[in-house]
């Protein structure tokens, strides 16, 4: 037997491909199936089963679509309600996969019907084990219940409690875990470890959800350490039960300037993917800053913020804005519009719009915060309300990020200081708030370096 891990570092998951030499199954694949198609040519194996460990909170799958265009078995709970056609599976069923044995463990928690699978090679004495747990064990902990209904949350984390005791019972310690959820993930919830791989015997031994011996206990302290996920979810699972098609990830021809400029002029949503600092030195007035990056948490972010289903517009560098059309598609955010500048590299942004005006606003760090700030002047933190409990800038104010759009109207009419943990959301706030025609300074600057420039922090 042979795992493939396909990451999707984008949105914290992972996806696999297990195969025997000769056939393969896919767990969990994202919408961007071209991905998992090429690992399969590189193992020279063909793809005769697709798994669902879950209908998906986080991301559109690509399962169904993967399936259909090679002829494989689609396998999906049956107990969960479905719009397509597939193989439903249930707790105990057995399934061959070559010469792999997969059997298939109903693990609820993270949802009601969430399924895992603990895959067998046949070919030596006892066989090599690995078990695929999706949202339900993972590196260190366990996946979030409160994605279903507030009613269920606390129901479903005793179904995770016992769930991963069941998991672990049903597979040799020394076998493999490869959970989808986990790594950077919002669908993770507690102390969740940055390892990269695991067995299900370290698990047991190092996992709080199964060294708490009080189930009381390990419940009462995941609810505490539930946070809030990203408003896109919301929109996830109906996607996913009615059976999404496949992604379009071709980037669309450029609009002219004068579309870019009307849709400005209409407060349509305009995203910037430049570098932050760039883009507070100079945008396209009315635009917004997201910035594409190696671990910005751009898809997340983006589907938080930004209202969902709205007309869409990238602005910036060709490489970016072919792989931020991908990440959306992920998250089914379809065929985004986009305005390219002739160089792949770097964009003249005020050579697409311009007629249209263009804005800036300063930008600096914790020293430039503690010499230029006046008595009336608000800090603004946009982290969530865990992280600023946890520790925060004397009297500054808390909206997350998240929440800024619907609350800008409630900020004094001040000059306002916004920072985050790293400056990436704080550049996404300022944004906003420039937009609204607010005073707004960035701090481009980690958090954790304010009390050593200075800064009184509490507690």
């Known amino acids: 037997m042979d795992v493939v891990v396909i990451e999707t570092p984008q949105l914290g998951d992972r996806s696999y491909l297990v195969h025997d030499g000769t056939v393969a199954l896919v767990i969990d694949p994202q919408r961007d199936t071209d991905r998992v198609e090429a690992a399969a040519r590189a193992a020279g194996v063909r793809i005769t089963h697709v798994a669902e460990t879950h209908l998906h909170n986080d991301y559109v799958t690509g399962g169904l679509v993967l399936a259909e265009k090679h002829g494989a078995e689609y396998l999906v709970n ?50 090599p084990e690995a078990v695929f747990s999706g949202g339900s064990l993972l590196y260190g902990s366990v996946g979030r219940t409160d994605l279903v209904s507030p009613h269920d949350t606390a129901g479903l984390a005793h179904d995770q409690y016992s769930s991963v005791r069941r998991l672990v019972d049903s597979a040799q310690p020394e076998a493999a875990l490869y959970p989808t959820h986990g790594f950077g993930s919002f669908c993770s919830v507690g102390p969740s470890s940055r390892q990269g791989a695991s067995t299900i015997g370290e698990q047991a031994t190092a996992n709080h959800a ?116 991908r990440d959306l598609a992920r998250i089914g955010i379809e065929s985004p519009e986009a305005a390219v500048g002739p160089d792949a590299g770097v964009v003249d942004i005020g050579a697409l719009a311009p007629d249209h005006p263009q804005a800036a606003y300063p930008h600096g760090d914790w020293a430039d915060l503690l010499k230029d700030r006046e008595p009336t ?43 985050c943990a790293t400056g990436y959301r704080a550049s996404v706030a300022a944004s906003l708030l420039d937009r609204a025609g607010r005073d707004v300074v960035l701090i481009d600057a980690k958090f954790r370096d304010a009390s050593g420039a200075g800064i009184e922090t509490l507690p």
């Not at 057995?94 to 046949?122: F, I, K, M, N, Q």
């Not at 982290?383 to 929440?403: C, I, K, Q, T």
């Open 78 to 127: 049956a107990a969960d309600d479905v719009a397509f056609s597939r193989v439903p599976i249930s707790d105990g069923q057995v399934l061959h996969v070559g010469r792999l044995t997969v059997t298939v463990l109903a693990t609820p928690g993270h949802t009601h019907t969430h399924v895992s699978y603990v895959v067998r090679d046949e070919t030596h004495d006892g066989g």
């Open 210 to 325: 199964l060294t708490d011996p009080d189930e009381d206990h390990f419940v009462a302290e995941l609810l505490e350490n539930i946070t809030a996920y990203p408003a896109y979810y919301a929109h996830m699972s109906p996607i996913n039960a009615a059976g999404p098609g496949a992604a379009k990830l071709d980037v669309p021809d450029s609009v002219d300037a004068a579309e870019l400029t009307r849709r400005l002029r209409a407060g349509e949503w305009v995203v910037d993917l430049r570098h932050r600092v760039a883009f507070a030195d100079s945008h396209l007035h009315g635009s917004v800053s997201f910035e594409y990056g190696h671990g910005s948490n751009f898809t997340s972010y983006i589907g938080w913020v930004i209202p969902w289903n709205k007309p869409l517009t990238l602005l910036g560098p060709l490489d970016a804005v072919e792989k931020a059309i």
């Open 377 to 419: 002047d608000v800090v603004l933190d946009v982290r969530r309300p865990d992280e600023y409990a946890a520790s925060h800038v004397e009297g500054a104010l808390n909206v997350p990020v998240y929440e800024l759009l619907g609350k800008i109207t409630e900020l004094p009419a001040t000059r306002i200081w916004v920072h």
